[in-house]
């Protein structure tokens, strides 16, 4: 089945470590997103790339970073200088040349920062 | 700036009984409209989604929507709610052109027995 895996599920670290969260989709999307999503304030978008080797940062770049080497993954890295990492982290896709438009969701990656 | 409101945090209701979460957009071109929900720990799940065309939409496990324009609105309705419906709902905007989604800060139902 299609779809889009993000691993691990849960990852615990310890401050001044950097950390690679792992997104993989098989839908043959072109662009990717991830997201941040704490307790009452939604998602907001950290990157987002609509092809191979372009990203753009979104509206909490900050402390984060991305590499878009193939269609088919997206990792992202937290690094030390985010300053409150701890949270649920979703990584999703989509296909605008399909003209469907909506996103589709990984199961999330909840990154705890002891 | 383009945001989205869902202005009710919680909502609890009975089951069997009918319910509406409210979304509200604030861009005024035409917007490509979701409303997904999402279970603890879970991903998000697209329930329905609203492009073009009829104004009312159906979606998945009986929800339905209806797009206003003239109130930049976009609820979320269902007639009759069942206990697995206990989650939390997320309204999103995008725009044609753009790669943006962008989230309101969901609405948690709680679904009494």
């Known amino acids: 089945d299609g779809g889009i895996t993000q691993s691990p599920k849960y990852l615990f670290r310890k401050e001044g470590q950097n950390v690679t969260l ?35 940062k979104g509206d909490i770049a900050e ?52 | 700036a383009q945001s989205v409101t869902q202005p009710d945090i919680h909502i609890t209701v009975s089951e069997g009984a009918s319910l509406e979460l409210r979304c509200n957009y604030s861009y005024g071109a035409t917007p490509y409209l979701f409303w997904y929900v999402q279970s603890p720990g879970q991903g998000l799940q697209l329930l329905l989604k609203y492009f073009s065309g009829d104004t009312l939409v159906q979606g998945i496990k009986g929800f339905e929507a209806e797009f206003k324009r003239s109130q930049s609105s976009f609820n979320l309705r269902k007639p009759s709610v069942h206990w697995s419906d206990a989650a939390e709902y997320f309204c999103a905007v995008a725009y044609s052109g753009t790669y943006k989604y962008i989230f309101g800060t969901g609405t948690r139902l709680k679904v009494l027995a």
């Open chain 1, 22 to 56: 792992s997104c993989e989709q098989n839908l043959n999307h072109d662009a990717m997103y991830w997201y941040r999503q704490d307790p009452g304030q939604g998602l907001r978008l950290i990157y987002y790339s609509q092809i191979v080797n372009d990203f753009q």
């Open chain 1, 63 to 114: 402390g984060y970073s991305v590499s878009r080497e193939k269609k088919e993954s997206f990792p992202l890295t937290v690094t030390s200088a985010q300053k409150n990492p701890t949270a649920f982290y979703l990584c999703a896709s989509s296909s605008p040349r399909l003209n469907t438009g909506e996103l589709f969701f990984g199961e999330g990656s909840r990154l705890t920062v002891l």
